[in-house]
């Protein structure tokens, strides 16, 4: 199993620019969800799904969209880049909702870099 | 906002003390967590202690749940050099939302 994978691994951008962050887990998990880690910060959550086709916000959901077509991905779409977004962005899965007692399975991360 | 706060923010021991990191949360919760992050790399699960367990061990780790306090502590026995990383926190309150504090970063001497 890859377990979760993220891509890209770095990724600079204009403000004003969009992109989509890729997050695919291999596991048959229904859960997934996306965080952004900034210094001193911790990590916020910022979407989350707790199946394919369903998706909700979490802390900090402004200036991102998402959407799960699929159980195996759950991409992260940064609609009109802003500096504020530069962050490092990890996306987790795991096979039921945090509430069942499930652990986290975490990508690798996405740097971004908004300029 | 966020729901963990840890304490300390950094640590720094020799190879073989004992870490102690403690985690504070503000409202009830059904579980907690807790991740070890080394650097520049992703979140790995450590242990998890439902609301109703005050002790578990795993390994040479060994957590605490206080309800009543609404905290918890990460005990590390005999340290090693490759326990550097930062440590977090994480709570669920029966939602489908796992919420991190903002980490204990570890370092560990040789």
């Known amino acids: 199993n890859a377990g979760v994978t993220q891509t890209p691994k770095f990724q600079v951008l204009k403000t004003g620019q969009s992109m989509t962050l890729q997050c695919a887990q291999d596991m048959n998990h229904e859960y997934m969800s996306w965080y952004r880690q900034d210094p001193g910060m911790g990590l916020r959550l910022i979407h989350y799904?707790?199946?394919?086709?369903?998706?909700d916000q979490g802390e900090v959901p402004n200036g991102y969209n998402v959407s799960r077509s699929t159980t195996e991905d759950f991409p992260l779409r940064l609609l009109s880049a802003a500096p504020s977004q530069t962050s490092v962005y990890f996306c987790?899965?795991?096979?039921?909702?945090?509430?069942?007692?499930?652990?986290?399975?975490f990508g690798p991360g996405t740097r971004l870099t908004v300029l | 906002s966020q729901q963990g706060e840890e304490d300390p923010q950094a640590l720094s021991i020799q190879e073989g003390e004992n870490a102690t990191m403690n985690c504070s949360y503000k409202t009830s919760i059904n579980n907690l967590q807790w991740y070890r992050q080394n650097s520049g790399r992703g979140l790995v699960h450590l242990i998890l202690i439902r609301s109703n367990e005050r002790e578990k061990h795993s390994g040479r780790l060994r957590v605490t749940l206080d309800t009543s306090k609404k905290s918890s502590s990460l005990l590390i026995t005999a340290s090693r050099a490759a326990d550097t990383a930062s440590y977090f926190c994480?709570?669920?309150?029966?939602?489908?939302?796992?919420?991190f504090g903002t980490g204990t970063r570890l370092q560990v001497f040789p």
């Open positions: 799904s707790v199946g394919a086709g369903i998706t």
């Open positions: 994480a709570t669920d309150r029966g939602t489908d939302k796992l919420i």
């Open positions: 987790a899965s795991s096979h039921r909702t945090p509430s069942s007692y499930n652990e986290q399975f």
